[in-house]
Structure formats: C-alpha cells, structure tokens
C-alpha cells in the first residue's frame, strides 16, 4: 500500500463504472471510474476538468439499457491527461444508499467500511456517534 493509501480516509475499492460528468461551461465529459469510495473517485478519461472545478457526476451501475444512476456532486482534486480524482461534495439520499452499497459490496471488509463512516460522521458533527442503550437490558 503506497503512502497516499495510507492517509485516505474512506477505503476504496477497484470498480469500472460507466461515469459522465458535467461542469458548467465544459463539455460533457464521459469515462470510466478506476476506484471509489464513500469520499471520492478516480476517473480515467482522455479529457479532464481543471482542478477545484464543481461538477455534477452520473454514474452509471447494471445493465446498459435500464442502469440504476448515481448522482453525485464533486469538485476536481487532481487533474492528468490520464482522467481526474474526484471528492465527493454531495449525495442525494437516494443515491448515498446505492453508493454505500456499491463500496460495501466490493469491499475487502465491509464492517471496517461502516467504521470509517461512523467516524467520519462523528468528526463532521463533532460529536461521537454513539448507540442508545438497549432498554430491554
């Protein structure tokens, strides 16, 4: 595992994903994902977005006639002539639980997946996240 693994704090999995995205005055961008996870995606594309540039990002998951479509809103961290690193700035509902499930899937350790969003959320909010007792106990 290289440093940059090191220090990523949501776990990625290897997933090519058909994936559009779409920046206000840029044409359509189409590519492939290469990985991803609940904070990001990496997308190997001939074209990129600058860097720091919002888009709004389609991916595309089952059957090529009738795909489910994740909707997603990043922001350009990493730009090459090889495709772009995305992060993840928003998630519809809808579309988290199809993301969520698509890592957790294709995860090595799904439980360590929902640890490292448990924390992610505890530091967001600024408080741990913590479990009601159990009042049948």
Known sequence: MSDSQDKREMTRVPL???TELRAEGHALITGTTTDI???GLSV???RALPTRT???ITLFVG???HPIRIALEGTIVRATTQGMAIEITSVPPDSFTHLHNLVIYNAPDATHVDE???NRVSRRWGQAVKKEPDKNS
């Open 16 to 18: 090519q994903i058909d």
């Open 37 to 39: 996870s609940l904070k």
């Open 44 to 46: 190997a594309s001939p």
């Open 54 to 56: 919002a888009c709004h």
């Open 63 to 65: 059957p090529q006639e």
């Open 116 to 118: 490292e969003l448990s």
